[in-house]
């Protein structure tokens, strides 16, 4: 039985330790590759005039194609948003045919989902009228997010359906251990054992290509500009040479450590390498174990790779330039040759050597350069040394440029006066010669708060001379900043405000999405914070959207819809709706996509299917004519349309749709309370649907609210093209009111859709700015995208316990303490400020009016407001980085005015203690007739108002301090709570040395400072009712917190009656033997001292604890004299007057004896008691019995019955 047990667990151990080879069914990266899900995710990829409608049938999906413009790739069914890893090999599977007896192409790709689509996989296959299956594999090099698309745009495609099924995406078979994998090419086989910490090979079988077998550990991050050693171990079985590289995982032609020859002996070989990590690429450490270029045959070697490590050596992110004086070869520096030239570099005697033997055409067919230095605004200095062997005289060209580049051209920062490369001549000698140049760094654009440099030297043919077959010498290359940038002849403009030329008459306002929480519901704390928030930025309209699935089963039998409003998804909407007809928010309500996307109980039915309008209506009649929802005012069905990935797509179906839900609002009587929003449309580039729906009469009766959608690239905002845009959309129909109910940035748009900027200072700026323009262009309403993270999960592949999984879009992420553990995440982010802001000084119902710059400063932007009862409001942006002055001007004939003005800039921008804006400045007297001088010194945005709602508060700064009472140092670690009058903590802090400072508190506010917890020894203060001033000037609250105090008590009575007894007395002495005073009983047998210190205190904590110590004066009559030296130490801070009880009970005979905690007859169990022995020994004896015993049956019975 034993044996069994042990081979069996041996069995278990192998199979831990075993590598992962095959890849799991179950890892199909591809969702719902065999459409039993109908066809969710997938959608059709239409552009530029194509077409084609998709349905999923037994056999699998149906592509049907419809119209083509004989691209193929502009016309296809695709999946997105697939995560693979860099380096990782992988096999895409699946069946396919189409309905034509002659065979039709199918193009298969895998390729990054971005604008540039660079490609993993594409391949071009024939199709015929049966099911084939085709596999392909492939390594992913590119794109952190991919896509797969099987294009079908080919005019010969036209009218044939196409079906796919049993499509499967998953990692290729592969020996894994954690981070390493072995790569087995063209015949090359190898067995991977082992674990991470210590990897084993043995070598089965090699080629004559050293890289065709390699162990890789891929994916490792180290630090740009950090100098490492890299060490490593390998246990070999024979004698032999093997190789080895560290190499980049974007570019592996990258080396950041050149291959090298590693000569193995029989046993234990330790090997190490220093080298310079230049960028932020991940690295791959790769050993190359085939044979040839230097490699033995390996076959059969058994290799263990172990004590891996990477340690840093040097700290060089503080220098701009890595390695100028070339200590690490050429790490950090590339080599550019195109037209036939063959620059190369070397490293000699400490200097760079560079030679070339064909120059090319032109000087930058050859280049050596270092990118990627990141420099902020300022002045800056480069410098080099630079020789050659040249015999005559010829050129070389020097420049500092951007390292990306913008409309097909790099900025640039160091030229001649022709923005051209410095020409630099080169001696007949080889003596070196210095060269410096000073320039400016200014960062325009808001996006970027660094900029990328190149430094670029062009070896191509120059115009003066040659160096081929020479060598050129370059040492010392360094940058460095010298100083700040003052930017001088800053721009001045007037700016005048028209109150008679009236954009908008009736503006309905700003407002934002905002979706039911049915991924992430909140807790009552989180529903709390953000209903507060909305409360403050008081929306003039949500649009809030669904899908079907919230509130509808599906259809029975006789194909009418089954509802269920009492389900958990229903539960968040209606929280959010009883909110919103709380508040009076007007709502803009609707669904995503017709219920057919989901598939399911819902396949086929699609836009233009009456019964997506029956369930609508159910759900509508519900919430307006049972629940008596008033605040939904209009009806949005289908969000953007006419988009590649919406399910309709269609003006024809749309238009269906909508006539079919119009027809439905009149049967259940609402047609007059909720009106129809549309088209929704989203870069109609040539306003199409908007012109159908004006040029079909029955089709715009049925239309109540015009809506858009904009998603532009940071260039088209800053560019003005906004304006423009929504001028023409706002020219193209009439009458009826007109919103952009979506808006947002599409520039930094990562992790599928996640907008990276909404995170940082500019998009507030940028945001203020498109919005601007959307009112400039007469646009009744604007809503943002979006109000909060939690809203919406996009399926991006990562899990959902990453927040990547998150579209992060919002003002703030309300679950992300609870559920992502990033608490910093739930906080008001910057935008929420702009955008508040104009929600309250663009009320509804205001007139936009028009302004006009007498410069057109590039970067400008402005748009103003005014009400009938002479209140305006004038918002300037500056959507740059370069300083402007601009002089306010109006029309409005008003010479007294007090306004507030608002700043919003990087570093200069209040908020409360909530995040809330606050008023930076009240002006009187304002008289905008003659002019209002604003200054812009950098991006960022002013609003000048005369609205006053009586919330504006002062920048207030209010500090606290807590002291030692005594000594008057700070105390570090108490914590405090500063709390309003409904109890809401305002904020919460742990003290330090410094002073805890507050800003924004609101002026004549009523606080409580309440002290949560005191620093070990020190007593708690009370509660302090603050009352914040109306001054700008520093408000200082200290906090002095008092020593705890200690106090002995003692108890002394007989041993054997227990009687108390008087008149006993006892010193109290300090640790120097000091006599503090006496303690004398008194009929109850007790004595009580003075308040003493408990501890030694410096820098406001306890250094060490006093010992006191308690002997008898003399002896009581009648009773033996008590010798015993009792010690006390007061370790106890529950209370600000900490006790030490010590009861002493005297013998009649020659004892003094202290009876234990747990004997005490003491009737008074308030005090608490400690009992110090003095003869009582039976406990010692029963004790060291009982070891004997133990020691007798160890050494004399358990023998025995082992021995039996």
Sequence with gaps: MKKLFALVLSFCLCLTMCPKVFADENENIIKNGNFINGTEPWYINKKDNTNGVVEVTNEGAQFKVTQTNGNPWELGLHQGQLVLEDGSKYILSFEAKVDSDIEKPLRVVVENQDPNWEKNLEEYVNLSNEFQKFTFEFTKKVGSKNQLAFSTGFDENLHHTFTFKNVSLIPAPVQKIGHYLLDEQNGTAGVLTGTEENVKVEVAKTNQQFWDLSLKKRNIQLEKKKRYDLSFCIDSSQAGKISFDLESMQDYNNKTIKRQMLNLKAGENHFSFEFLQANDDLQNLVFFLS??????????????????????????????????????????????????????????????????????????????????????????????????????????????????????????????????PIAISLNKTKDMKTYSFEFDVLIEELIKSTEDLTIRFDLGKPYEGSLEGKELYLDNIKLERVGDLQQKNIAHTNVEFDVNHVITEDFKGLGVQWDPYQVHPLTDREWKMVTDRVDYLNPQFVRCMIYATTY????????????????????????????????????????????????????????????????????????????????????????????????????????????????????????????????????????????????????????????????????????????????????????????????????????????????????????????????????????????????????????????????????????????????????????????????????????????????????????????????????????????????????SQITSRKVLQYNYFDNDRIVNEQGYPVVKEVKENVNFVNGVDVELPSGGVVFLTTLDTNDYVQETKVEFHNIDADTNEAIIGSKFELRDQTGHVVDQWTTQEKAHQINGLKTNGQYVLVQTDSVKGFVKSEDINITIQDTVQLQTWTIKNKHMKGQVNIIVKDKDSHALLSDAEYLLKDEQGNILEVLKTDEQGKAISQLYEIAQFKNGSIQKNFIYSLQAKGNLSGYQQDTQKYMIEFDSFDTDITQKTITIELMKKAQVDIKPDDQKDEPNQDIPQDIVHTSDSSQITLLCLSMLITILFFNLIYPKKKDN
């Design 552 to 891: 509808c089963k599906g259809v029975d039998k006789n194909g009418k819809p089954i509802f269920d409003f009492e389900n958990k998804e229903m539960k968040p909407l209606i929280q959010q709706l009883d909110y919103l007809q709380d508040r009076q928010i007007e709502t803009v309500f609707g669904e995503w996509e017709a219920p057919g996307k989901v598939g399911g109980a819902f396949e086929g039915i699609t836009c233009d299917n009456p019964v997506w309008a029956e369930m609508i209506a159910g759900l509508m009649d519900y919430l307006i004519n049972e629940k008596g929802y008033t605040c939904i005012k209009y009806y949005n069905m289908v969000n953007e349309a006419n988009s590649d990935w919406s399910y309709c797509g269609d003006y024809d179906l749309w238009q269906k749709g909508i006539k079919n839900l119009h027809k439905e609002f009149k049967k259940i009587g609402i047609e007059d309370k909720v009106k129809i929003t549309g088209p929704d449309t989203v870069w109609d580039r040539n306003h199409q649907w908007l012109k159908n729906i004006e040029n079909d009469p029955d089709m715009k009766e049925k239309i109540g609210l015009f809506d858009v959608h904009m998603y532009p690239t940071y260039d088209e905002i800053t560019s003005g093209y906004i304006e423009k845009f929504v001028t023409e959309q706002r020219q193209t129909v009439t009458g009826q009111d007109f919103y952009m109910t979506e808006i947002g940035m599409v520039t930094g748009k990562v992790d599928g859709d996640t907008q990276k900027y909404a995170k940082e200072f500019c998009y507030g700026a940028i945001m203020a700015d498109a919005a601007a323009q959307v009112l400039r262009g007469g646009l009744s309403g604007v809503a943002i995208w979006d109000l909060d993270d939690a809203m919406h999960n996009q399926g991006n592949g990562y899990p959902d316990s990453d927040i990547r999984s998150l579209k992060q879009w919002g003002f703030w992420n309300s679950i992300a303490g609870r559920v992502y553990q990033q608490p910093e995440q739930e906080k008001i982010r910057p935008h929420f400020y702009t955008w508040s802001l104009m929600t309250h000084l663009f009320p509804r119902h205001c007139q936009i009016i028009q302004s006009t710059a007498e410069n057109n400063l590039n970067g400008l932007r402005t748009v103003g407001m005014k009400l009938p009862n002479g209140d305006i409001t004038y918002m300037i942006v500056n959507n740059s980085n370069v300083a402007k002055k601009v002089t306010v001007k109006d029309n």
């Design 291 to 420: 044979y040839g270029d230097g490699n033995t045959d390996m076959t059969n070697a058994k290799l263990a790779f172990h004590q891996i490590t990477f340690k840093e050596v040097e700290d060089l992110r503080n220098t701009y330039v890595v390695n100028g004086g070339f200590d690490d070869d050429i790490a950090g520096w590339k080599i550019s040759n195109n037209n036939g030239t063959d620059l190369k570099a070397e490293v000699k005697d400490g200097k760079a050597v560079l030679s070339i033997s064909n120059q090319g055409n032109d000087f930058w067919d050859s280049k050596f350069i270092q990118d990627r230095i990141a420099v902020n605004n300022g002045k800056y200095k480069v410098s080099f040394d630079i020789g050659s062997n040249v015999e005559d005289v010829t050129q070389v060209y020097f420049s500092v440029e951007s390292t990306d580049v913008i409309n097909g051209s790099a900025k640039k920062y160091l030229c001649d006066e022709n923005d051209q």
